[in-house]
């Protein structure tokens, strides 16, 4: 009554007579030639109708409901027998079945839950209601004295260092983390009982973190202008040393009593050339 799967339609027939095929055993998933008819005309193999191998795991539920309980998961190559056709369900919740190890005590087993309950791990998390970030792993003061290095507001992000373990001292599962606001260190509580205090941040949550830290590292202020056109306000060293000496010598003049006059059309030599500006000492 072995369950057997059926590799391939192409059957062989010995020189000894009957016909063989290969086939795949459900049980242990060895892979070999069967004979299924002898050379007498018996038959060892035939097909069963209602008997059904599973192409990948699938959870086998009491009921006819995804609702009800699972009482194991089907692993891929297992066989089954049904006892009736199979029938289609409307209306009924989509469930997804998980093969997992948990991190604490490392068991294995399966997780069946509808979309949305399980969501992939990453090591940001978001605080849910505000929670004290300790020095320490331990959060019951009276096992040891917590020391507080400062209270997570809602909606902050962390970035645990590690996945998230068991508090001895107060049975509270709790993770060391880095917060994004002020990168200060410590440990924070994720779950108190059936309270969640912190999550995994969602793709959306990811997203504008990025987008802020691009916006911050943004420079603030506008390139310096380099062109070298008119109105730049930049002059060469050259201009710079004939105004800077300018300024200086008739800041001394004017401490001086000294006033300029305005430079004088004179006929020096008959060309009718611009004099060189006289001076005046006013009172003169």
């Given at each position: 009554g072995e369950a057997l799967e059926l590799l391939s339609e192409t059957s062989m027939q010995p020189g000894s007579g009957g016909t063989r095929q290969?086939?795949?055993?459900?049980?242990?998933?060895v892979e070999g030639w069967i004979t299924t008819k002898g050379s007498q005309g018996k038959v060892y193999?035939?097909?069963?109708?209602?008997?059904?191998?599973?192409?990948?795991?699938c959870p086998l539920h009491a009921?006819?409901?995804?609702?009800?309980?699972?009482?194991?998961?089907?692993?891929?190559?297992?066989?089954?027998?049904?006892?009736?056709?199979?029938?289609?369900?409307?209306?009924?919740?989509?469930?997804?079945?998980?093969?997992?190890?948990?991190?604490?005590?490392?068991?294995?087993?399966?997780v069946v839950s509808a979309a949305g309950e399980v969501i992939?791990?990453?090591?940001?998390?978001?605080?849910?209601?505000?929670?004290?970030?300790?020095?320490?792993?331990?959060?019951?003061?009276?096992?040891e004295l917590v020391q507080v290095v400062r209270v997570l507001d809602a909606s902050e992000l962390l970035d645990l260092t590690g996945p998230p373990v068991t508090d001895s001292t107060s049975g509270q599962i709790r993770a060391r983390c880095v917060a994004k606001l002020d990168g200060v260190v410590g440990w924070a509580t994720v779950r108190d009982g059936q309270l969640l205090q912190l999550r995994p941040a969602t793709a959306q949550e990811l997203q504008?973190?990025?987008?802020?830290q691009q916006e911050s590292a943004a420079p603030s202020t506008p390139p310096l202008n380099n062109s070298k056109g008119k109105g730049s306000g930049k002059a060469s060293p050259k201009g710079r040393g004939k105004a800077s000496t300018q300024v200086k010598e008739e800041q001394e003049e004017?401490?001086?009593?000294?006033?300029?006059?305005?430079?004088?059309?004179?006929?020096?030599?008959?060309?009718?050339?611009w004099s060189n500006a006289?001076?005046?000492?006013s009172g003169w």
């Open positions: 290969k086939f795949r055993a459900c049980l242990d998933g193999v035939k097909t069963a109708k209602k008997h059904y191998v599973c192409l990948q795991a009921g006819l409901g995804v609702e009800s309980p699972v009482l194991k998961v089907l692993m891929p190559g297992e066989a089954f027998q049904a006892f009736e056709e199979p029938k289609e369900i409307n209306g009924g919740e989509r469930r997804i079945t998980y093969n997992v190890r948990a991190v604490s005590d490392s068991s294995d087993g399966w992939p791990w990453v090591s940001t998390y978001k605080v849910l209601k505000a929670t004290a970030l300790t020095k320490s792993l331990a959060a019951n003061e009276a096992a504008e973190e990025q987008n802020v004017q401490q001086a009593g000294w006033d300029w006059r305005g430079a004088k059309r004179g006929s020096a030599g008959g060309g009718g050339q006289k001076r005046y000492r």
